[in-house]
């Protein structure tokens, strides 16, 4: 299973009153992480949407473990760990500098038509990506 890394800085604006990441925003790194894994392996999403062909969230499962902080520098790991005919799930851990596991998610994205909002299969040309690189 091959892992995708994206880092990213804690802002000021990702934080809440006492500079700790607000609990929302590791959805949010998670989905950029996500979205460049999938540039990274030639799939531009935009492209898809003009065909009305998106992928959402069905489902996910999250573990806080250790506050990330202001400025800290993190680091996003996304791998696919199964790809079905019309879903994908995919691992994500961010972990700080220290290599210290700050948070975990499963994520399920399933693929629709967007102008129906109805479950399609995955085109086969991103389905034979997906499928190499998990």
């Given amino acids: ?19 700790i990441v607000y609990h929302a925003n590791y959805l949010n790194f998670c989905e950029r992480a996500r979205t460049e894994y999938l540039r990274h392996l030639g799939i531009e999403q935009d492209g898809y949407l003009k065909q009305n062909i998106a992928f959402v969230v069905k489902s996910m499962e999250i573990d806080f473990c250790y506050a990330a902080r202001f400025n800290d520098m993190i680091t996003v790991e996304t791998s696919i760990v199964r790809v079905k005919r019309v879903s994908v799930e995919f691992l994500q851990k961010i972990v700080n500098e220290n290599e210290q596991l700050v948070f975990t998610a499963k994520v399920q994205v399933a693929c629709i038509n967007s102008s ?19």
């Avoid at 129906?116 to 998990?134: G, N, R, T």
């Fill in 1 to 19: 299973m091959l892992s995708f890394k994206f880092p990213i800085r804690v802002y000021y604006e990702d934080t809440d009153a006492g500079g």
């Fill in 116 to 134: 129906e909002m109805k479950p399609q299969a995955i085109p086969k040309d991103i389905l034979e990506v997906l499928q190499s690189a998990s």
